[in-house]
């Protein structure tokens, strides 16, 4: 049987383990000309491609049907990448940590109203803001991007699904991967 000390040393470990509550990532591009830009790019190169096989040579004599002709796509290709990694480069990673249930319960406490549609908003925000840990970059590097931040500038479309992750973070039940009672078959 363990001792006290470590059992306690595991629940401290418990709050602060990436992971150990529940934590999600949320990847965010904040440059929204970027992404509107790779979009119309990636679909001119669809429509390119999809067009191709309607396209044929002159009519020939010689041929008994249509010749597909090489598609060149280098142009196109480069300019996809181009602003694949323009994307990259202005994509951050936000990061948020479910809180313990004594600081989640406390929050809900200060939102007596979250259960109605008018104060549920403000709950959810005042959890994302609890919650989040760090804003980084795709490669990894850390920017100094408090949520309050991202938060203003991202739109309502944008904040919905990730409130809702954060929620589901701060509501998942950890299961323990055994049952302790024994089954029918093994008494």
């Known amino acids: 049987m363990p001792e006290l000390s470590e059992l306690r040393l595991l629940l401290r470990d418990r709050q602060l383990k990436e992971g150990a509550l529940g934590s999600c990532q949320i990847t965010l591009c904040l ?6 830009e790779l979009n119309a790019l990636e679909s001119e190169r669809e429509e390119m491609v999809k067009s191709h096989g ?10 008994s049907g249509p010749v597909e002709l090489p598609l060149d796509t280098t ?27 004594v600081r989640y319960q406390a ?12 104060g549920m908003e403000q709950f959810l925000s005042d959890l994302a803001d609890a919650c989040f840990v760090e804003c980084r970059m795709l490669d990894g590097d850390k920017v100094d991007l408090p949520w309050t931040e991202v938060r203003e500038a991202i739109t309502y479309g944008e904040w919905e699904p990730i409130s809702i992750q954060v ?19 093994t008494r």
């Open 31 to 36: 440059d929204n000309e970027a992404v509107e």
């Open 167 to 185: 929620l589901a973070i701060n509501r998942r039940k950890v299961d323990v991967p055994f049952s302790l009672k024994p089954s029918k078959k």
């Open 75 to 101: 142009d196109i290709d480069g300019r996809v990448s181009e602003a694949q990694s323009l994307v990259r480069q202005t994509t951050v990673v936000c990061v948020f940590r479910a809180l313990s249930s």
């Open 107 to 118: 929050l809900l406490n200060e939102h007596p109203d979250a259960q109605q549609n008018e």
């Open 54 to 63: 309607q396209l044929y040579p002159k009519d020939d004599e010689r041929l």
